[in-house]
C-alpha cells in the first residue's frame, strides 16, 4: 500500500500495523514513567545533562510557582510597610506630601486583636496634624493615591505619648499596644501652599514635614531671610497637643487642631547667620527655619514634628549677610544689611561715580578713615559724603570740597559698595589684608617697578600722598571694619540721549566711542603696572565694542547695492545706454558683434536709485564704524592678553587670542601672546606650532625665535624640573621687592608700626627653593620677566 503513489498521495496513510503502533505506545509511557522517575530523585534533570546552547533550546513549562508575599519594610522609625495594591498605571503618579488635606480609607487594629477599633469607608486627614497619630501622617505621606498598604506600629509611634491621657484613646486601645493599620489613599484634597488658610513645608535641610506652618498675618514685601541673615523674631504662645484626632475629626484637618496654647512674652529673640560661604552651614534649630520662609511682619503658627509641639512667631526683621569677595577668595568681603533701599535695586558698575558716606576702622576699633560723616540713624539724614569713580581712582574727593580734601580707597571696600543700592546702609567686613588698605611706597610718586596686586593701584601717593592716607598706621594691612551708605550713583554712558538710543548707528558711534575711552584708560593703568585693572578696563571696551556690533546689524546700507552675479549684465546696459545715446557719433562705438551674456534681455527688477547724499553719508559712517568697532575688538583682546600674560592667568590669554585669530588668522601679536600663554599651560607644542607660524609671517621676528629656544629648553629640562617653573600668582619676587614681605605686609619697605623704615632687614628664606639645583619660585620669578619683555610684540596698542 505504501509503494502506490495513488494510495498516499494527498492523504493520510491509515494503513498501518496496530501491534507495532501498541508497542511503540507502551514504549513512550515507559519512558515518560522512567523520566517521572528521574526527576523525582533529580530536580534539576534533564537540564544538568544539557550543554548551555541545548538548555537555551529546552522547552520551559509555565511555572506554577506564586509570587511570595512582600516583606514589611522600615519606613519611620517604629513604623513598617508592606504594600499589598498598587496604583493604577494609567496616568501619572500623585504622592501625598506633607501638609496635604487627603482622604483615605482606613481599617485600623490592635496587633494582638482580630476586630478593628476604626473601620472608615473615606475620611481626612491632614498630614502633619500635631493631634493625628504620628504612624497615620508616616503612613500616608508614603502612599500615592490608589495605592493600599499594610502598617505595623509599636506603641512609641502610635498612642505611645506620655503628653496625653489614655482616656482619650479609642475604646480597647492602650498606649502601649501596637496597632496594624490597612491604609488606602483616595485623594489628595487640598494640596500643600493651597486653600484658604494653606499649610506650607518650611523644613528646608531637616527633610520633608520636619516643619509645617500656617500664615495667620502676612508681611511686609516679597524679601525673606537666608542661611547667611541675622534673624530677628518673637514667640508669642506655645501649642501643645491634648487629646487625640482621628481621621473624620475637625480637629483633623487642621495643623494645631486640639491644642491647647500657652502664652509666652513677646521678647525679642536673635538667631545669628554665617557669612562664610566655605563653612559648613548645617541649621538644625526649627524655628530659624520656619523664619526663613518668613517676610518682615509676617505672623504665624510653626509646628515642630520631632518636638510634637508648635509656635506662634512674628518675624520682627532681619539683615543679610552677602559675600562680596572675588571669585576665589570667598569670605574675605562681606557686608551685612542694616538698612534696605526703598527704590528698585540697581547696583553700580566699574567707572560709575559713587557717593559715599561712612567710618571705617580697624578690626581693634581703630578710625582709619572717615567718607564725609558717619552714618546717622534715620534713613535720609544729611552729612558729608565722598565720591570716586569706582575701579578707576586712587582716592576719593570730598562732596564739600572736591579737589581739594581726599580719603584713601581700598579694593575690599569697592567691592562692598558694587553690591549695594542706593540708600542702603551696610556693615562691610574686609578680613583679608591685601584688600584692606596699603601702606603707600616711600616715594610720594607711582611705582616704578611693576605691581601685580591690583592694590598697588590705589595708593601710590601722588604729589600730596599724605592728604589720601589713613589716620594710624596701625590701619595698613589690617582687617577693616565699616558702616557704610551709598547717598548716590552717577552711572557711566548715562549721558545718551534719546535720540542717540533710537538712531542704531548713532548708538553704535556713541558705544564706540565709551570703548576707546576705556581702551585709552587701560593702557594708562598698564604703563604703571596695574595689569589687574588694566584687564578690567579691555573688558569693557570690548563689552562696549560688542554692543556697538550688535547695534550695526540693524543698520543696512542704502540706495544702489552692487550684484557680483549681474556685473557683466550691468556693464553691457551701460554700454548700450552710452551707445544710443543721441550725442554718440555714428561709428565711434560698434557693438554689433558683442557677445550677450547669460539671460540677457529677460525681465528683471528695475534698478534702485542711485543713493542721496544723506545715504551715502550713512553708507560712508556704516562702514567707518564696523571696521572702527573691529579694530577696537581685536586691539582690546590683545591688550587684555598681554595683562593676562603678566598675572599669569593663561586660560583667559588663550580665550582672546582664539577669538582674534579667527578674523585674524595671521596676526603677529595673537600668534606670540597665544604661544606664551600655551608655555604657561605647558602645552608646548601647540607652542611650538604659533612661534613657528610667527616665523612663517617674519623670519625676522626676535621674540618667536626666543620662544622656540623657550620651548626647546624647557622640554629638555636643562637641569630642572621638566615644565620649568610652575605658575606663580602675580610676578612679586617672593621675600622682597615689591610684593608681600615675610610677614605678610604689601609694601616695598621694611617699616615699624610707626612707618619709619627699619633698620634691621632680616634675610627671608624661601622654603620653595630646591637645594640641589638653587632653583625656586624667586628664579621662576626672573625667569618670567625675561620671558616677558615689554617689546614691539607683547606691548600693548
Known amino acids: ?200 513645608d518650611a523644613s528646608g535641610p531637616l527633610g520633608a514635614g520636619a516643619v509645617l506652618k500656617v500664615v495667620e498675618a502676612k508681611g511686609e514685601g516679597w524679601r525673606t531671610p537666608t542661611a547667611r541673615s541675622d534673624v530677628t523674631y518673637s514667640a508669642t504662645a506655645r501649642f501643645t497637643p491634648d487629646a487625640w484626632a482621628w481621621p473624620g475629626d475637625e480637629d483633623a484637618t487642621t495643623l494645631v487642631g486640639g491644642c491647647s496654647a500657652e502664652i509666652l512674652d513677646d521678647a525679642p529673640r536673635e538667631s545669628r547667620g554665617t557669612w562664610n560661604p566655605a563653612a559648613s552651614c548645617v541649621r538644625t534649630d526649627p524655628l530659624r527655619l520656619a523664619c526663613e520662609a518668613m517676610a518682615t511682619g509676617e505672623r504665624c503658627v510653626a509646628a515642630v514634628r520631632a518636638k510634637g509641639e508648635a509656635w506662634a512667631l512674628r518675624l520682627i526683621d532681619f539683615a543679610e549677610h552677602e559675600d562680596c569677595s572675588p571669585a576665589d577668595r570667598p569670605g574675605s568681603v562681606t557686608k551685612r544689611t542694616v538698612r534696605r533701599s526703598s527704590g528698585a535695586a540697581g547696583f553700580p558698575n566699574d567707572l560709575d561715580v559713587v557717593e559715599v558716606r561712612g567710618l571705617v576702622k580697624n578690626a581693634d576699633g581703630v578710625v582709619a578713615c572717615c567718607y564725609g560723616s558717619a552714618v546717622g540713624d534715620a534713613p535720609g539724614e544729611a552729612g558729608e559724603a565722598v565720591f570716586w569713580r569706582l575701579d578707576e581712582d586712587a582716592r576719593a574727593s570730598f562732596v564739600s570740597a572736591p579737589g581739594a580734601l581726599f580719603a584713601p580707597l581700598c579694593r575690599g571696600l569697592e567691592l562692598a559698595v558694587k553690591r549695594m543700592t542706593v540708600g542702603e546702609v551696610a556693615d562691610v567686613s574686609v578680613r583679608a589684608p591685601d584688600l584692606g588698605f596699603v601702606r603707600p611706597p616711600s616715594t610720594a610718586k607711582a611705582p616704578l617697578e611693576p605691581r601685580l596686586d591690583d592694590m598697588a593701584a590705589f595708593h601710590y601717593g601722588g604729589v600730596d600722598g599724605a592728604n589720601s592716607s589713613v589716620a594710624d598706621a596701625r590701619c595698613y594691612g589690617a582687617g577693616l571694619e565699616a558702616r557704610l551708605e551709598l547717598v548716590s550713583v552717577a552711572r557711566h554712558g548715562d549721558g545718551l540721549a534719546a535720540t542717540v538710543l533710537s538712531d542704531p548707528l548713532k548708538r553704535a558711534e556713541q558705544f564706540l566711542d565709551l570703548a576707546d575711552e576705556a581702551k585709552a584708560l587701560g593702557a594708562a593703568h598698564y604703563k604703571r603696572g596695574a595689569f589687574a585693572r588694566a584687564a578690567r578696563r579691555y573688558g569693557a571696551a570690548v563689552a562696549a565694542a560688542a554692543v556697538a556690533a550688535t547695534a550695526l546689524e540693524t543698520v543696512q546700507p542704502e540706495g544702489l547695492r552692487f550684484d557680483p552675479e549681474d556685473a557683466t549684465g550691468f556693464a553691457y546696459r551701460e554700454a548700450m545706454k552710452h551707445a544710443t545715446a543721441p550725442d554718440t557719433v555714428a561709428g565711434e562705438l560698434d557693438l554689433t558683434g558683442m557677445p550677450k551674456p547669460e539671460g540677457y534681455g529677460e525681465k528683471r527688477e528695475p534698478l534702485p536709485d542711485p543713493p542721496t547724499e544723506h545715504q551715502s553719508a550713512r553708507n560712508q559712517a556704516y562702514a567707518t564704524a564696523n571696521a572702527r568697532g573691529s579694530e577696537i575688538l581685536r586691539a582690546c583682546r590683545l591688550n587684555r592678553a598681554a595683562c593676562g600674560l603678566k598675572r599669569c592667568t593663561y586660560k583667559t590669554v588663550c580665550d582672546d587670542c582664539h577669538a582674534v585669530l579667527q578674523d585674524h588668522p595671521n596676526d603677529l601679536k595673537a600668534l606670540y601672546r597665544g604661544g606664551r600663554a600655551l608655555i604657561g599651560v605647558k602645552d608646548y607644542d601647540g607652542a611650538r606650532s604659533l612661534f613657528e607660524r610667527c616665523l612663517d609671517l617674519d623670519k625676522s621676528c626676535a621674540e618667536a625665535k626666543r620662544g622656540v629656544r623657550d620651548v626647546d629648553r624647557l622640554v629638555k629640562g636643562e637641569g630642572q624640573t621638566k615644565g620649568g617653573f610652575r605658575p606663580l600668582k602675580g610676578l612679586a619676587v617672593a621675600g622682597g621687592g615689591f610684593g608681600c614681605d615675610s610677614r605678610g605686609k604689601w609694601h616695598d619697605r621694611d617699616a615699624g608700626d610707626d612707618g619709619a623704615p627699619s633698620a634691621k632687614k632680616k634675610p627671608v628664606v624661601n622654603p620653595s627653593v630646591d637645594k640641589r639645583t638653587g632653583y625656586g619660585q624667586m628664579a621662576a620669578s626672573r625667569e618670567m620677566l625675561a620671558m616677558m619683555e615689554d617689546d614691539d610684540v607683547s606691548g600693548v596698542d
Not at 533529580?42 to 522547552?59: A, V
Not at 489613599?185 to 484658604?196: A, F, I, M, S
Open 1 to 200: 500500500m505504501a509503494d502506490d503513489p495513488k494510495a498516499s498521495w494527498g492523504r493520510i496513510n491509515l494503513d498501518y500495523d496496530v501491534a507495532e503502533a501498541k508497542a511503540e505506545g507502551d514504549r513512550l509511557r515507559a519512558e515518560f514513567d522512567n523520566a517521572l522517575k528521574l526527576m523525582d530523585e533529580d530536580p534539576e534533570w534533564p537540564m544538568n545533562t544539557l550543554n548551555k546552547e541545548q538548555q537555551q533550546d529546552w522547552p520551559r513549562p509555565p511555572s506554577d510557582k506564586r509570587e511570595a508575599p512582600r516583606d514589611f519594610k522600615v519606613i519611620a522609625p517604629g513604623l513598617k510597610k508592606r504594600t499589598t495594591k498598587r496604583r493604577a498605571t494609567d496616568g501619572p503618579a500623585t504622592p501625598a506630601r506633607w501638609g496635604d488635606v487627603v482622604a483615605v480609607a482606613l481599617r485600623a487594629r490592635v496587633a494582638t486583636a482580630r476586630d478593628p477599633f476604626s473601620d472608615l469607608e473615606r475620611a481626612d486627614v491632614l498630614v502633619g496634624a500635631l493631634a493625628v497619630p504620628k504612624c497615620l501622617s508616616w503612613a500616608a505621606a508614603s502612599l500615592v493615591v490608589g495605592e493600599r498598604a499594610t502598617f505595623e506600629a509599636a506603641s512609641a509611634c502610635a498612642f505611645g505619648d506620655p503628653k496625653r491621657a489614655d482616656a482619650d484613646l479609642p475604646d480597647g486601645v492602650a498606649a502601649s499596644d501596637d496597632i496594624v493599620l490597612d491604609l488606602e489613599l483616595l485623594q489628595v484634597v487640598r494640596p500643600v501652599g493651597q486653600g484658604d488658610a494653606p499649610v506650607h
